[in-house]
């Protein structure tokens, strides 16, 4: 297998005029994911899909990613070869169980939200565990990965804890590890229920320690029990750690660093260390320096040295570092993808698709008009401020060399004080849409505070698109008749911020109260 592997390397080098480990630009790449010809390039997914964590069940692997204040929340993903992924749901359906902030009522939790949480699977059922800063830890569970999944349990209310993980021992016990940010990021290992409804707070025992020490993993391999975390110095970058102990509850004293910064990498760093179908080990990780991409995902090979895993390229000193490529792990059948179009033909909306916070469901239907999306305007939280509008429907977007979404909205139902559209936004934000005065409609461009009103409208259906390259440079264009575009606004660099990558949205909300709908036909993300 490793001669294969290292022919594989070599061939790859030629044929792609990128060694898998060759340094690469940041942003820069035109191929990635599975090359076709038995290889991969990473990244994997040059989408924002933060705090990854992964496990294997059978032939199949499962990851979750975090959603802050998206709703539904904390994506969950499938893949048959570790390189290849689809959504198959999301374990969060109402985030108002985690607290009130998070309704489209207050929109008070950028920022916040659902931040780094673990999966795991158990006795035949899946188990998602997660905090947020404000709210405390949370446990849900499902048969199934695409769920339903159960009503949350809380596991611990209040401020100040976050990234946790669990683990099921061999004999059955139960364990959970979580980190007190505001107590100099201080980690414990607690007991825990077997059915992971419970945690014995007074049973922790103090496995780690460090300020930027976070995003912990508790695994098992062997006779071995790993506290895999993510460190961060000034000056060097954020990389991976690990502690280890013969007991689930320590004493965990020896440690080593598992991999460099790679901080031309984006700083690989927090991720699941699983075992593969081919019985090689990988880790699935997102590079965590922000840009308007986000936090994205590539797949590293892990090769254990002395019952430590080392992650990526290893060098002559033993470290690790980023690895752009390799051998897949698996050749399936099926090539899964990650759906981004939607033609708004089902019951219920796609699994790509995240609110802007938990929606007012009674203001949105994919049934009043079957085959269309209706959006019913109503009332920000603050006037004319697209980031307190309730009810934008958004979906992340890529880092891939031409990317071109349209939107097919029908305007003619829309009333006084209105204003609908397409936008992009991570903490600021661009727009492109109708605005209804009185009886007319009329073009808008916004940038964050900044409007620009442009020519009426007068027909009943407008066809909104933005396109951007790797650059993150989008322009907004529109037609009237689906098939010739117009440019309108200035051209639109995309932007990281309240740690997310850019989503691009569609939004209706009415200053003057609940007045008016669009409806949506379609949108397509070529």
């Known amino acids: ?34 090359q076709g010809n038995g290889l991969y390039l990473n990244p994997i997914i040059p989408s924002d899909y933060s705090d990854i964590d992964c496990i294997r069940v059978g032939d199949d692997y499962y990851a ?38 998070l309704n489209w009522s207050r929109m008070n939790r950028y920022n916040n939200g659902v931040w780094a949480g673990t999966i795991r699977h158990h006795n035949g059922r ?13 446990m849900t ?45 201080k980690t414990y290992i607690f007991d825990m229920a077997p059915d992971g409804k419970s945690v014995d707070w007074e049973s922790g025992r103090l496995v780690n320690e460090g300020n930027g020490r976070e995003a912990s993993k508790l695994i098992k391999v062997g006779d071995w029990y790993y506290v895999v975390f993510s460190e961060h110095k000034g000056g060097i970058g954020r990389y991976v750690m690990a502690k ?60 254990w040295i002395d019952g430590w895993p080392i992650l990526g390229e290893v060098l002559e000193s033993g470290m690790g570092k980023m690895r752009w490529g390799g051998v897949m792990p698996f050749q399936a059948e099926e090539k899964l993808t990650i759906k981004r179009s939607d033609d708004f033909d089902d019951a219920r909306l796609a699994p790509q698709w995240q609110w802007n916070y ?7 239907s994919l049934t009043e008009r079957p085959g269309w999306l209706r959006l019913r ?28 979404v349209v939107v097919k909205m029908d305007i003619s139902h829309m009333e006084d004080g209105q204003k609908a559209g397409i936008c ?34 007068k027909a009943g259906y407008i066809w909104l698109k933005t396109q951007w390259g790797l650059d993150g440079r989008s322009r907004y264009s529109y037609s009237l008749d689906g098939d010739t575009y117009h440019f309108f606004g200035d051209p639109y660099q995309l932007e990281w911020g309240n740690y997310r990558g850019d989503r691009v949205g569609i939004y209706c909300f009415n200053d003057n109260g609940e007045a008016g709908y669009v409806d949506v036909d379609y949108l397509h993300y070529r």
């Open 358 to 364: 938990q929606p007012r469901a009674d203001f949105f």
């Open 64 to 101: 979750i990613s975090s959603t802050m204040q998206f709703s539904p929340g904390m994506t969950v993903l499938h893949s048959k070869d570790l390189v290849n992924w689809e959504i198959c749901g999301n374990a969060i359906e109402d985030l108002t169980q985690i607290g009130p902030e």
């Open 377 to 404: 305007a109503f009332k920000p939280v603050e006037p004319n401020q697209l980031m307190k509008a309730g009810n934008t429907l958004t979906q992340r977007t890529f880092r891939k060399t031409d990317n071109d």
């Open 244 to 303: 280890r102990s013969r007991k689930a509850v320590g004493p965990y004293k020896e440690e080593k660093q598992l991999a460099l910064a790679s901080v031309e990498a984006n700083e690989p760093n927090q991720g699941g260390i699983i075992e593969g179908r081919d019985g090689n080990w990988y880790f699935l990780t997102h590079h965590g320096s922000g840009d308007w991409s986000g936090r994205i995902a590539s797949l590293l090979p892990v090769t």
């Open 424 to 457: 992009h936004f991570s903490a600021a934000h661009s727009a492109m849409g109708v605005v209804k005065e009185g009886d007319t409609c009329y073009l808008e461009f916004r940038v964050n505070g900044n409007i620009r009103k442009g020519e009426p409208v």
């Open 126 to 138: 899946f188990y998602v565990f997660f905090g947020t800063p404000d709210e405390g830890y949370f």
């Open 141 to 185: 569970s499902a048969e199934k990965a695409e769920g339903p999944w159960e009503p949350l349990v809380t596991l611990k209310a209040g401020p100040g804890w976050n990234d946790c993980s669990a683990l099921w021992d061999d004999d059955g016990k139960a364990y959970f590890i979580g980190t007190h940010f505001a107590d100099g990021y």
């Open 1 to 34: 297998m490793r001669k294969f592997w290292l022919s594989a390397l070599c061939c790859a080098s030629l044929l792609l005029g990128q060694g898998a480990t060759a340094q690469v630009k940041w942003g820069d790449w035109t191929r990635w994911g599975d």
